[in-house]
């Protein structure tokens, strides 16, 4: 098994956890050899930004499928989204306060929304789209003789600070005697007991209860759930996926696509409607509202994911754009296809007595 480290680290503080009741200090004296290397921290290089490639190089290598943090992918997506800023900074829940009144110049007025608008932006960058992370279900030792002994689980963390949180090693010594790696909740647990990550609780918040969340969604604060659930869980976690997936399912079933519009979270249901090939009550969305050029580049989006459907190979042929684009996939894949034209068919009417008018 491999090591943890190559270095040879003496008197590596631990922390010994029994329930919540005991701690104390363990030493060691000796290189811990027991131990896989755990994946790296998120960040340039890390196992976020590779899982999605390395799982497209495995597949087919003569059709590469891009990924949701490609630089084209991430443009059509921030596209989409929309820069609203009445909505991006729409008042939030605080403490009153007399309001501010400031005289400004056209020039002064210019560089203020020039700032409003560049501060939007970073406040709409979007959160990754991550693989599941697999379970840890490695066993270390069974010492047979312990068993009985303990009626808890003992916790030993690394506690380390020069450590990155997805390196540090958690092992759980069960009351039967089995020594094991600590499985993904235990070590979040663990982390935020002695790391603490402002806005993240120990124990998961009972917001995320099915009851509470179907409240939620009734009262339209999508958002906010999912701004809970960035704060709360790791982006590759089951619960973290969970959640995202079933909030855009309820905004696909009950067709309030535009709650997550100009926000952080609109890029990651377009691209999880477009990886389920399930666009079509976007897309009616888009052209309802005039967003045709959003519509243009979902299916756009769409061709680039599945390459290999009907819908990419009859648009390549005809080198079809814009409206002529939509029109291939109604035709073609669109599971609401007379639907998505009559739409067109609106558009276009209402665009020519647009043009006849002025």
């Given at each position: 098994m491999a090591t943890l480290r190559s270095r040879v680290l003496l008197w590596r503080p631990l922390i010994c956890s029994?329930?919540?009741?005991?701690?104390?200090?363990?030493?060691?004296?000796?290189?811990?050899?027991?131990?896989?290397?755990?994946?790296?921290?998120?960040?340039?290089?890390?196992?976020?930004?590779?899982?999605?490639?390395?799982?497209?190089?495995?597949?087919?290598?003569?059709?590469?499928?891009?990924?949701?943090?490609?630089?084209?992918?991430?443009?059509?997506?921030?596209?989409?989204?929309?820069?609203?800023?009445?909505?991006?900074?729409?008042?939030?829940?605080?403490?009153?306060?007399?309001?501010t009144c400031k005289l400004m110049t056209q020039t002064q007025l210019e560089e203020a929304t020039t700032q409003a608008v560049e501060a939007a932006k970073v406040q709409l960058k979007m959160p990754p789209v991550l693989e599941e992370r697999a379970p840890i279900n490695d066993v270390l030792a069974e010492d047979k003789i312990l068993e009985g002994s303990e009626t808890a689980k003992y916790v030993f963390t690394d506690i380390s600070y020069n450590i990155a949180h997805r390196e540090r090693f958690i092992v759980v010594r069960e009351p039967s005697g089995t020594l094991r790696k600590a499985s993904w909740e235990e070590r979040d647990r663990m982390i935020q007991v002695y790391f603490p990550k402002e806005g993240r609780r120990i124990l998961t918040p009972i917001i995320f209860k099915e009851e509470n969340l179907k409240t939620m969604y009734s009262q339209d604060r999508h958002a906010d759930v999912l701004n809970l659930c960035i704060a709360q869980f790791e982006p590759d976690s089951t619960e973290y996926i969970k959640v995202h997936h079933q909030i855009y399912e309820d905004i696909d079933k009950h067709g309030k696509y535009d709650i997550l519009r100009s926000t952080r979270h609109f890029g990651g249901m377009a691209w999880y409607f477009v990886h389920e090939k399930k666009i079509d009550g976007l897309l009616i969305d888009q052209i309802q509202r005039y967003l045709v050029d959003d519509a243009t580049s979902l299916v756009q989006l769409y061709h680039m994911v599945h390459p290999e459907g009907l819908s990419a190979q009859e648009a390549k042929e005809q080198a079809a754009e814009g409206l002529n684009l939509i029109t291939v996939f109604a035709k073609t894949e669109a599971q609401m296809g007379a639907y998505v034209e009559l739409m067109l068919q609106a558009y276009q009417g209402a665009f020519i007595s647009h043009s006849a008018a002025s």
């Open positions: 029994r329930g919540v009741e005991q701690f104390s200090f363990c030493a060691r004296t000796q290189p811990i050899t027991l131990l896989q290397r755990l994946p790296q921290p998120c960040g340039a290089g890390s196992p976020y930004r590779r899982v999605a490639s390395e799982a497209a190089a495995s597949g087919n290598s003569e059709i590469k499928k891009p990924t949701f943090m490609d630089e084209e992918v991430q443009s059509i997506l921030i596209k989409m989204t929309g820069l609203n800023l009445q909505k991006i900074f729409k008042p939030a829940v605080q403490e009153l306060k007399p309001p």
